[in-house]
């Protein structure tokens, strides 16, 4: 079975004055269908671009330099505008950070699901309207058949991304990439909106692409996870396996750095440094500078993604070179 | 009769009754543009109808002024025409200028800022600079060139008739750059909001992305410049007229009453030219007063 989306050594970059900076670079990765993936990292790791790679978003200068994204075996990268636009359609879905945005105010958010309906499917405008009240109350939304007429500023934050998330499933797309879905929400708000997705997605068999830098959500929901450092994925693999065993030292820091109830510390720990300037990018392992285990190889060559020797969970760290030379 | 309840109870209106200058303001130009509309109907006197002036008539004064008749509350002029009729007609012409010719810059405007904002790139930098450089001429300049331009272009025996619309023309051809200018600016804020994404995301075509969802959202702060833009037409109007260039003299807006009238000032026949000058004076007051409130509305760092 090929997989829904396939991500294969993408490389995005933004021409600059300076010279082309490298904002995403050889990153690879496929979801299957009805699968979550968490991709995680800090800011300015390339989450975000990569989203916006995948749904056509990316703002020039932003362009793809290498590599293929491929949707249901189609090559999205290099189509022309239109033609993207038609295969992409309704067939992938977005959800973004700040439902304050993500509606526009001018019109009820009956108006805009009946017109996103009736642009995509062959329903009638009436249909549409009953199908929308439906999506409504499927997202939790009370007295649908009420606020279907309201405006978005008559929502509050939690209620709006409910809206942002009918509007996302209305048209059954097979995938959502959804970035920082619950980053503008109260807590208690975000786990009723990660339950929500999770749920919709598995009664819908919609694959997701879930970008945050919160580790907690990914925790909550995905199958998989992704972890992105300086433009590159550090490591990859099944959710239980990353958590409880990361492979890559940057996912170690990243684990050990995220408190825990009932652990007393002093101090909480952290990964030395920062994450390096796309200018400034070292060359071998972008991680090296600031890795407690690195060694003389990380310096010069930049390390591919390696069997950590678990199936299906792979780091790009040297450490694992040997066990990958050897089988 | 949700809807009425929902106009009465809104902030707008709290606002508008509370300030009497407002109310007044907007009586008078209701008033004004009443009596310019139904101007056939309301007038006494057809002061554009040759047969029913009476050239004895000419030059009354005033009814306070001594020798003056309740036919004519506000005098005549040279010719025996009314000259409270000549107001009101050409207060109809003074509005039909300022509003079509700022509906003309509107949709130019917007039109250009809303592809200049959205679209960007050389496309905006073309738009911004033709925008900068008009803008460099003072509009009346720019509308007595593109009158004089498409003046010249027209046929003889077409240019009394065509005279209002040039002007409408010129006017709304050197206004545009302003609405350009704040469209841009709102466009290139809404152009980064996330609804716009996910129209992009779910494959809506950009025309009609500015069509359905830039313009609309873009239009509250194009709306209030327009109400400020109107009284401004009309001075460029009533200057353009004054000047000789605007309409001509069978179908007198405000501007060529002042100018007519100007003749007589020192020979002591002033109400001529008094009356249409307080008359534009009025309008272009109360019009301003309500686009100045409404900006003030309208901008919640102002309330």
């Known amino acids: 079975m090929t997989a829904l989306l396939e991500v294969d050594r993408l490389r995005i970059e933004f021409p600059t004055r300076r010279g082309i900076l490298v904002a995403v670079d050889d990153v690879s990765f496929s979801i299957e269908e009805g699968e979550v993936l968490g991709v995680v990292g800090e800011s300015g790791a390339g989450k975000s671009v990569t989203g916006a790679a995948v749904i056509g978003l990316l703002e020039p200068p932003g362009r793809i330099g290498r590599g293929d994204i491929r949707f249901e075996g189609r090559q999205l990268n290099g189509l022309p505008q239109e033609a993207m636009r038609r295969i992409r359609g309704a067939k992938i879905g977005a959800i973004f950070q700040d439902p304050l945005t993500s509606l526009n105010p001018i019109y009820s958010i009956g108006r805009q699901l009946t017109e996103t309906l009736t642009t995509h499917t062959d329903l009638s405008s009436s249909q549409a309207r009953s199908r929308a009240i439906d999506l409504l109350n499927e997202v939790g939304i009370p007295a649908a058949e009420r606020r279907v007429d309201s405006y978005p500023h008559e929502f509050s934050g939690g209620m709006r991304q409910r809206v942002v998330i009918a509007l996302a499933i209305c048209v059954n797309p097979r995938l959502i990439i959804a970035d920082e879905p619950t980053t503008a929400l109260d807590v208690s708000i975000q786990a009723q909106i990660i339950g929500l997705l999770k749920n919709l997605c598995h009664e819908h068999r919609t694959a997701i692409m879930l970008i945050t830098h919160d580790m907690g959500v990914i925790a909550e929901m995905s199958d998989r996870v992704a972890v992105m450092y300086a433009g590159r994925i550090a490591e990859i693999g099944p959710l239980r396996e990353v958590v409880k065993s990361p492979k890559h030292p940057y996912t170690v820091g990243l684990m050990d750095s995220i408190p825990k109830v009932g652990q007393e510390k002093d101090q909480l720990s952290h990964i030395r440094g920062a994450m390096p300037r796309l200018q400034e990018i070292p060359p071998g392992c972008p991680f090296h500078p600031r890795c407690p285990e690195a060694f003389d190889r990380c310096q010069v060559e930049r390390p591919d993604m390696m069997d950590t020797g678990h199936p299906r969970q792979a780091a790009s760290c040297w450490k694992y070179a040997r066990t990958a030379s050897h089988g | ?303």
Do not use: C
């Open chain 2, 1 to 303: 009769m949700g809807w009425l309840k929902r106009v009465i109870d809104h902030d707008i209106s709290y606002s508008f009754t509370r300030s009497w200058v407002i109310m007044l303001a907007a009586f008078v130009t209701l008033f004004i543009i009443i009596t310019s509309v139904f101007a056939p109907w309301v007038t006494i006197h057809d002061p554009f109808n040759p047969s029913s002036l009476n050239l004895m008539d000419a030059f009354t004064p005033p009814i306070w002024v001594e020798g003056g008749k309740w036919t004519y509350p506000l005098g005549t002029d040279d010719q025996g025409r009314d000259i409270l009729s000549t107001i009101m007609f050409g207060n109809r012409i003074s509005l039909l200028v300022g509003f079509l010719s700022v509906l003309l810059a509107m949709l130019i405007g917007v039109t250009l800022g809303t592809v200049s904002g959205y679209i960007g790139g050389w496309l905006d930098s073309l738009i911004m600079r033709l925008a900068d450089a008009q803008l460099t001429v003072p509009p009346i300049l720019i509308a007595l060139l593109v009158n004089g331009v498409a003046r010249a272009s027209l046929m003889q025996e077409l240019q009394e008739s065509l005279a209002i619309y040039v002007l409408v023309f010129s006017i709304g051809i050197a206004a545009w750059p302003q609405y350009a200018r704040v469209t841009r600016s709102g466009a290139m804020v809404e152009r980064n909001k996330e609804y716009i994404a996910a129209a992009k995301v779910i494959g809506v075509h950009p025309g009609l992305i500015m069509v359905r969802h830039i313009v609309p959202n873009v239009m509250g702060p194009t709306m209030v410049l327009a109400t400020i833009g109107v009284p401004l037409a009309i001075i460029i109007e009533a200057t353009l007229s004054f000047l000789g260039v605007g309409v001509p003299p069978t179908t007198p807006s405000l501007g060529t009453l002042i100018r007519i009238g100007n003749e007589f000032l020192f020979s002591g026949e002033w109400w001529i030219t008094i009356f249409p000058a307080l008359a534009l004076v009025v309008l272009v007051l109360s019009v301003n007063l309500i686009g100045d409130w409404l900006r003030d509305t309208f901008n919640p760092k102002l309330r």
